[in-house]
């Protein structure tokens, strides 16, 4: 199974169920690679970055009294909607999980091939703004932009170093005339 980061994706979460031992689930987090050797999570997700400060892995059972479902809508606000859906299946979760929000993919387009132990729950959307950049391209838009200034000519610059010298000069003839008169 393949799954494809869209370029400047923003808003989802990635759910996965971890078929491993609590020793592995805490390793994909602690393990950081060595030089260029891939991080334990890009590894494990078969991904080609992975920004480790946008991932959670964590037992399901600290989750008592809100649950995992509870933790998604309420603490990340993913849409009511999506995880109502999915609610059974979440709910009937053990072990560890692992969440991967779109933000440890930095915006960059990719294909992911999670290892066996990972088991896709579910992608939810964030509710709020839509965070995915667009382009302007139209004509509109361009005279709302702000114009490029020119770079000064040559002739300009002459002009305003002539006004500075002429200036100079004047206030010099001004002291000379006071001190000498």
Do not use: C, H, W
């Amino acid at each position: 199974m393949t799954l494809e980061i869209a370029p400047g994706e923003a808003g989802l979460i990635r759910v996965f169920a971890l078929s491993m031992t609590e020793a592995e689930a805490k390793e994909l987090l602690t393990d950081y690679g060595e030089g260029d050797a891939p991080l334990a999570i890009e590894t494990a997700l078969g991904a080609q970055q992975v920004d480790i400060a946008s991932v959670e892995v964590f037992p399901v059972a600290d989750l008592e009294g809100v649950g995992l479902a509870g933790y998604l809508t309420e603490g990340n606000d993913a849409a009511e909607d999506e995880i109502a859906k999915d609610r059974a299946k979440l709910d009937a979760l053990e072990g560890y999980v692992l969440i991967v929000f779109s933000a440890a993919f930095d915006r960059v387009a990719q294909t992911l091939a999670p290892q066996p132990e990972l088991t896709l729950i579910g992608t939810y959307r964030q509710e709020g703004v839509d965070y995915t950049p667009v382009a302007v391209t139209s004509e509109t838009a361009e005279l709302y932009t702000a114009p490029q200034k020119k770079p000064m000519s040559e002739a300009r610059i002459s002009g305003m170093v002539a006004t500075a010298v002429l200036l100079f000069l004047a206030i010099f003839v001004v002291i000379f005339v006071l001190i000498g008169g």
